[in-house]
């Protein structure tokens, strides 16, 4: 694949690799505004460490020509950053906030609701990472959240794809005729 290509990571949430599942997307980016984005390639690292989550992000974009990458560094994801950027060093590290988690979310739901998400209709862990994701009330405020039961992890494959969605800038025109669903092919 010779397009532009966004890797988006959403690491294991504990040092060791043991905790939550973690998940690894690339994604074709769309070639006009407003275009499609298509997901490529979906990949978990559960169980390992900080270098071989790094790893894992090497080998998918020696695949494709990538031209971005986004990780989540709120805890674990630091290190995995840091030797990702030894070798990439424009990769962005995402620090989770309620209004960054928020901005991705509204962002996703954008892109999801104009039809321009594509991706294999065989994944169905992907349609139920984004349907596990709810709003909560926290202490900060509305976040939104998931469960960590059901199959899905912490609807890590939806925040992997959502970091690389959150590159492009939500002041993009919109293609007129867009869907309300997600288009899978």
């Known amino acids: ?7 988006g990571y959403d690491p294991n949430a504990s040092e060791t690799g043991t905790g939550d599942d973690a998940a690894l997307v690339a994604i074709a980016a769309p070639k006009k505004p407003g275009g499609k984005f298509r997901v490529l390639e979906k990949k978990r690292t559960k169980g390992q460490d900080f270098e071989g989550q790094a790893a894992a992000i090497k080998a998918m974009a020696a695949k494709y020509n990538v031209t971005k990458i986004a990780i989540d560094t709120t805890g674990p994801g630091k290190a995995v950053h840091q030797l ?6 424009t990769a962005e590290a995402i620090t989770y ?11 996703a739901k954008n892109v999801i609701a104009s039809g321009r998400l594509e991706f294999d209709a065989g994944w169905l862990d992907v ?8 709003p ?6 509305v976040s939104f959240v998931a469960s960590r039961g059901g199959g899905v992890g912490h609807a890590d494959l939806a925040f992997a794809i959502m970091h690389a969605l959150y ?3 939500f002041d993009i025109t919109e293609l007129p005729g867009g869907g309300s669903t997600v288009e899978i092919f």
Do not use: L, N
Request: with cysteine; aromatic share 18%; proline share 5%.
């Open 1 to 7: 694949y010779e397009d532009e290509v966004w890797i």
């Open 97 to 107: 906030s309620v209004q960054t988690k928020s901005a991705m979310v509204y962002k």
């Open 167 to 169: 590159f492009e800038p």
């Open 127 to 134: 349609m139920q990472s984004f349907m596990a994701i709810r």
């Open 84 to 89: 990702v950027c030894k070798w990439f060093p």
């Open 136 to 141: 909560e009330v926290t202490k900060h405020g």
